[in-house]
């Protein structure tokens, strides 16, 4: 069956959004093959010019006993490094805990932070760059364009690819307070430098590689179909769409070749995010994070199966690219909840604006009742 194809139609509210588009801004430098992580040494020596600095290192919790993919980092005596936690999503709480431990210890800024791992590893990395030249806690940065000053100089790294993370312009995060799952989304946010090393894939589960290789593919589907659309946008979508699917329709999806075209497709979905938004199942796939701590990526994996009334076609080849890879996506996790679990839903879901007007448009309230809300998770 042929995979999806998608073309521009110009709306009304195509052409009224397009009013929004701001001036873009994708990654400065990067790297890219295997391999070369072993350029990080003389990256931060350009940093370090005199000598006198510290580099702050933000690491996946994987990687504090898995240390065989890491070992050659060049961390050194005066630096910090700070393992984070990535069972759970990342938290404002937790982002603030981590700034004030580093403040405890260092009363000068680094010169460079590293954020090496998936996409809360390097989110952490990014909001704590911002927080550290803008004053307040990461709360009050989840929003718009909300940082108002450049953040520390920062080194993204990923270690499995999908999220996009090291390409885009927010870090995300739940805020225990409200309970909702936000983006702190600002050119600051923005990495300074890429290392992409494929070679950092290989030590990934392979139903984890899966799920969160499945971000990119997701995330580009929801910009293709919504209202928010240029022809730049358009061309990352499409070509992140096409790697992903000969990585996932072929018959090693963790081969050499298809973890250095999953690395490219992820980046390509991140430029492409940065210049639209997602549509109606990141909404959802929030919900299931902020209620029911289910992880992103995998949230994603779950809320695509109840997504066909919105993509079908989508739907149809995310399900065959499962089954290729003979992947188990977990059903019936919204299936016994109390009401006021689906009144949480609803309002996790529905407070991300932006995504649903550019799916259902400025009305999608209308379409989205607290009812219909509950209907969709109950199919999850």
């Not at 709306?11 to 990067?30: C, G, Q, V, W």
């Not at 984070?84 to 603030?96: I, K, R």
């Not at 699917?245 to 963790?254: A, H, I, K, S």
Request: glycine share 8%; hydrophobic share 40%; proline share 4%.
């Amino acid at each position: 069956m042929p995979g999806i194809i998608f073309t521009q139609e110009k709306t009304e509210m195509t052409r009224a959004l397009d009013l929004e588009i701001k001036n873009s801004r994708n990654i400065p430098r990067y790297i890219f093959g295997e391999g070369s992580i072993n350029n990080l040494k003389s990256l931060l020596l350009e940093r370090n010019d005199n000598k006198s600095g510290y580099a702050v290192y933000f690491i996946d919790i994987f990687f504090e006993k898995n240390v065989k993919p890491l070992e050659s980092l060049p961390i050194l005596d005066s630096d910090q490094v700070f393992y984070v936690d990535t069972q759970n999503e990342p938290t404002t709480s937790y982002v603030d805990d981590l700034k004030n431990r580093l403040m405890g210890i260092k009363k000068s800024l680094p010169h460079t932070i590293i954020g090496i791992g998936g996409g809360g590893a390097l989110d952490v990395a990014k909001a704590i760059s911002n927080l550290l030249t803008n004053s307040g806690n990461a709360e009050d940065y989840q929003g718009w364009d909300l940082v108002k000053f450049p953040g520390i100089y920062k080194i993204g790294i990923p270690t499995i690819s999908g999220t996009g993370a090291e390409a885009t312009r927010t870090c995300v995060m739940i805020n225990p307070a409200t309970g909702l799952k936000l983006g702190m989304n600002s050119d600051y946010t923005i990495f300074d430098q890429l290392i992409l090393d494929p070679e950092l894939l290989s030590t990934v589960p392979l139903d984890q590689y899966f799920y969160t290789g499945m971000d990119t593919f997701i995330h580009c589907v929801e910009s293709l179909s919504g209202n928010y659309r240029n022809a730049i946008g358009d061309a990352f979508s499409n070509q992140a769409i096409q790697l992903c699917r000969e990585v996932f329709l072929g018959d090693d999806m963790m081969s050499n070749k298809n973890r250095q075209k999953l690395m490219v497709a992820s980046y390509l979905g991140g430029c492409a995010i940065g210049n639209s938004f997602v549509g109606v199942l990141h909404p959802f796939s929030a919900g299931l994070s902020v209620v029911l701590n289910i992880h992103h990526c995998l949230a994603n994996c779950i809320a695509i199966t109840a997504m066909g009334q919105f993509y079908p076609q989508a739907v149809e080849e995310f399900l065959r690219m499962a089954k290729k890879q003979k992947v188990n996506i977990p059903r019936g996790v919204c299936g016994n909840l109390t009401q006021d679990q689906y009144g949480q839903l609803y309002r996790a879901t529905i407070i991300h604006e932006k995504p649903l007007a550019n799916a259902l448009g400025k009305e999608f309230r209308n379409i989205l009742t607290a009812e219909k809300t509950k209907e969709i998770f109950q199919a999850m």
